[in-house]
């Protein structure tokens, strides 16, 4: 089985590394031409690169303005203790950094509502507003193109020990252990139940909120997070040059940040420090030693371009591919046993098997639409449409296409709200309340076409349902790792074993095969530990071996959950089926048992257009 | 000062500058549109039509001449990027198209940097059209006139390219299911070349038509870039009208406000950009 390099870099072997180098740079850099305020300011851009890759590289969020929270963060912090409202300088860091979330949470609020390419442009335009307005309208404050000049040194003083930090190793070593803090806590956000969503919804947003995360406030709390490193950049900035520089503002300074992070390598949260490295020590290089001048930022450019047509994973992503190339064995395949070892026992249990809970237990109604219609401009896809579904129940829907089912079934999840008519869950009102607040609720859908996230491995995927289930729809555990989630490792083994993924537990999911990847999807759902479980075609595209594999799957789900299950494979489905809904044109044709519904002339009609009744 | 003459012809001022954003975002547009692809080298290519012109000036001194200079230069540049480094990334996700043109910006911005220097280079229009115009109640400026005037023609250019043309039809065919286009046979991958060519020739041609009213830098398409995107924002990304009405719109705001108070100009045009993102995020004639 492959153990996957990541692992490696688990426990405090990535924390032991850096400390080391931060520690020693000071010893060995200075032989190759690094000064103290090179590595100050690599320290900084590391520390606003941090940030930044806990949006982007985590999140999937590409902002071309955190300079805006950079220049808040930093003029907040320069004014508060160049005006001697704050004397302290760890205290007016600590405001500026406050400072710079509190702005970010209101410009989340607004650019958060749009995604990918609007997002980016959002972003860049809102930096752009507080470039103008520290600029001049501001100016007063901020010193407008002159900035602010005078930050005062900071000073640590215990008792008798009194310290001011002014010499350049000095403001090193002070860099140094504010970046490590940094690192520290970022890694502890990476490694806990609220990363392990960021990632989710970076791979697929969608299915984050279908199995009911809250993805809007995710994305508000690590727009937030990553506001708050910049702003201590930027403040950082300041106390590092003793003067606040207006170019903080800049959209330079939002590119800088991008390129550099691209450079090191996005999504290692080490990355943006290794790329400022290579970008402050080239520049410095390039413009005097080899004498190009400004045209080091050509040269700089031409390598971005290249490493994103070639490197999309930068440096580190280079580099890790290379030890991955060493210690990967050959591909191993394992045989699929889910499939023979449940066809066998498929084959020995001929049939339904021992699921066939008597009618006689008292049902109620746990899934009810209640005269239900979706209309798309003309097109009436569903028309006043009443349904229930009994706790217990396998339920079947069959219909020919484009007869609404999968429009019903978005409705029923909540995906999609019904133009008229009302949805009913556990006798709770879900009507409008959308995907996530239903997958809370209790009631969670596989997909037809798989929505999975492909760069999770299989446990990482399955973990990302079962923490809905624990925490909520939104939970801000930023520090609590994800072993300290209770049950979550036993409950993931368990759910894999059901379904036959044991062994492929650590591959990304990208990785398996379409069989395997059906299971996970069906998994997704599963792991949410809904009481009504949605199934929009389960049985697409597999193989006769995997489906009869699936519907025993299925039918041991079963055996503590309500199923609806769409399905075209009419012989799967009536051998697995409590009662069949048909639907047919927008409505509902006719319901009844398996039996019932074999034999009703007017589905034979409409379903097998008349071939069989005449 | 608050004046009827001053407000007419700042009124003019934002009726130019708005038409310029108008045609710029017009290429932004058409090519996210169709391409999918959001193109940050746009305002570097802009920067490009104002330099390849000021060479062209140089070199036969005529102003129409370099107008088509920069123009087709501009629009050949586009088509090399094209083909060579932005088709690849047609598959690959929305960030990595982002990345890849901001970094061709740069590039582009460098290399002119590296080869005119930082300073300003300055344009002057041609002699027919210097001096002023009176149009009855005022006196105007004739170049900016005549750029209102051209400009207005391109766009219409543009109009009756996407709208009456069977390229139009592809393109437009293009922008709701690039798949089923290329599925009836017709040749998609040409249809996006020539879709980048227009775009960044509207971008060269903006960028040589606005060289004599400020003087060119080779940053001179930053601030344009991040404008385009606030008219985008505005006018619903990838559509035509929203471009049009957008630009037109973020010129009388910028210029309006700069009648009151210079240093809120821009400030007030991204904070209708914020008034249009919290009451209608998908722009004013955005579907999506």
Known sequence: MRVPARRLGNGWLAELILGLVLILAPFLLPSIGATADMLSRILIWGLFGIGFDLLFGYTGLLSFGQSAFYGSGGFIAAYLLVSHKIGNVFLGLAVGTAGAAAIAFVVGLLALRRTGIYFAMITVAFAEMFFFLENSPLSAITGGENGLPNVPNPEIGIGSFDLVIHSPWQMYAMMAVVFFLGYLLARRIVASPFGHVLTAIRDNPGRASAVGHAIQRYKLAVFVIAAAYSGLAGGLEGVLQGYMAPDAFTFDTSGQLVMQSIIGGSGSLIGPLIGASVWLYLRAILQSAAGLGPAWKLVLGLVFVLLIVFLRRGIVGGVSDLIGGWRRPLSDTPADAFNRSSVQVEMAEGGRGERDRSADAPRTKVLEARGVSKRYGGLVANADISFSVNEGEIRGIIGPNGAGKSTFFKMLSGEIPPTTGSMFLFGVDITGRGVTAVCQLGLSKSYQINQLFPKLTVRQNLSVSALSRTRGKFRLDLIRPMSRVPDLAKDIDETMHLLGLTERADTPVSELAYGEKRRVEIGLALATDPKILLLDEPLAGMSPQERAATVRLLKEIARHRTLVVVEHDMDALFGMADRITVFYQGRILAEGTPAEIQGNADVQEAYLGGVHAA | ?288
């Open chain 2, 1 to 288: 000062m608050l004046n009827w003459a001053n407000f007419s012809s700042q009124l003019f001022n934002g009726l130019v500058s708005g038409a310029l954003l108008a045609l710029i975002s017009a290429g932004l547009t058409i090519i996210y549109g169709t391409l999918g692809v959001l193109n940050l080298a746009h305002g570097a290519l802009f920067m490009l039509g104002g330099y390849a012109g000021f060479v062209a000036f140089q070199e036969t001194d005529s102003f129409v001449v370099a107008v088509i200079a920069g123009a087709v230069f501009v629009g050949i540049v586009g088509i090399v990027l094209e083909r060579t480094i932005v088709r690849f990334f047609y598959d690959r996700p929305d960030e990595d198209q982002i990345l890849v043109t901001f970094g061709l910006g740069i590039v582009l911005v460098e290399l002119v940097r590296f080869g005119f220097g930082s300073l300003s280079q300055s344009i002057s229009p041609p002699a027919w059209a210097a001096g002023v115009t009176s149009l009855g109640f005022m006196l105007y400026p004739t170049y900016r006139l005549l750029v209102f005037a051209i400009v207005a023609a391109a766009l219409g250019g543009l109009y009756l390219l996407l709208y009456r043309t069977r390229l139009g039809l592809v393109v437009r065919a293009g922008i709701e299911d690039a798949t089923m286009v290329d599925a009836l046979g017709i040749n998609v991958q040409r249809t996006f070349m020539t879709v980048f060519g227009i775009g960044a020739m509207a971008a060269g041609f903006a960028g040589i038509i606005n060289a004599p009213i400020i003087s060119i830098t080779p940053n001179v398409g930053d601030d344009i870039l991040i404008e385009c995107f606030v008219v985008v924002v505005i006018g619903g990304v990838g559509s035509f009208p929203g471009a049009i009405v957008g630009g037109l719109v973020a010129g009388e705001i910028m210029s309006l406000t700069s009648m009151i108070d210079p240093s809120y100009s821009a400030v007030m045009l991204f904070a209708a950009m914020a008034l249009v993102l919290a009451l209608r995020p998908q722009g004013l004639f955005g579907t999506r």
